[in-house]
């Protein structure tokens, strides 16, 4: 089955500064990759995602790079802000069907004012 | 349109009780997913239903969990008897089939084993 890795646990920046949190996965046939954010106490949320037939993908602050060959893939985040902090969660799946998600262990962002 | 609905939010019972939550999908999703996220950890995928059908149920402990989704919408998952290490938030997921743009989490079920 697809395993994700994800780094750091754990992550604190400046206000403004970038952020990046990168993953890794397993199953070469993985094509589709989400990115969630969850607050404290409450439900993960989709923020951005990226297709196997792209290797970028932005919205606003935020964009998403994937690297096929090397199946990793990374969250970027600029000009960061006190609510950015959250835990972030990477996932992969193969898309289509019955897609079954397998998450990353997360990234604990905190952005100090 | 209206989210998943998770019900209750918080539980806390004793080991070797019995425990059930209840989801309710977004109108129309025919794959509906219940994920275990213990604290400091990702979701982890319990058992995940097409209609009324199981997909995937490799990951549920079945000496004491259990799943149903007699109908094809709302599910229910059982733990009995509960063990400490069930102390978890349960999420409940939905999607399409198919669908190309992720699927939406329940506000979950908080469980405290004492």
């Known amino acids: 089955g697809e395993n994700v890795e994800q780094h750091p646990s754990t992550l604190s920046v400046q206000e403004g500064d970038s952020a990046v949190i990168k993953c890794t996965y397993s199953?070469?046939?993985?094509?589709?990759f989400p990115w969630y954010k969850q607050e404290l106490g409450k439900r993960p949320q989709l923020i951005i995602d990226?297709?196997?037939?792209?290797g970028e993908k932005k919205d606003q602050r935020i964009a998403v790079t994937l690297n096929k060959t090397a199946k990793h893939f990374s969250l970027h985040i600029t000009e960061t802000q006190p609510e950015d902090s959250a835990v972030y969660f990477c996932?992969?799946?193969?898309?289509?069907?019955?897609?079954?998600?397998?998450f990353g262990t997360g990234t604990k962002l905190q952005v100090i004012p | 349109e209206a989210g998943v609905a998770q019900s209750p939010r918080y539980k806390i019972i004793e080991k070797r009780q019995s425990v059930a939550f209840w989801c309710n999908p977004i109108?129309?999703?025919?794959?509906l997913y219940w994920y275990q996220q213990i604290l400091g950890q990702g979701p982890k995928l319990l058992i995940q239903?097409?209609?009324?059908?199981?997909?995937?149920d490799s990951q549920l402990p079945k000496d004491r969990f259990s799943a149903e989704r007699l109908k094809g919408v709302d599910s229910t998952l059982k733990i009995q008897p509960a063990k400490l290490e069930d102390s978890a938030v349960y999420l409940c997921?939905?999607?399409?089939?198919?669908?190309?743009?992720?699927?939406?989490f329940g506000s979950g079920t908080r469980l405290t084993v004492v």
């Open positions: 990226i297709r196997s037939n792209v």
């Open positions: 996932a992969a799946t193969l898309e289509g069907g019955y897609q079954k998600v397998t």
């Open positions: 109108s129309g999703h025919a794959t």
């Open positions: 997921a939905s999607s399409l089939t198919g669908q190309r743009y992720g699927y939406t």
């Open positions: 199953d070469s046939a993985s094509n589709y």
């Open positions: 239903f097409q209609n009324n059908g199981v997909v995937d």
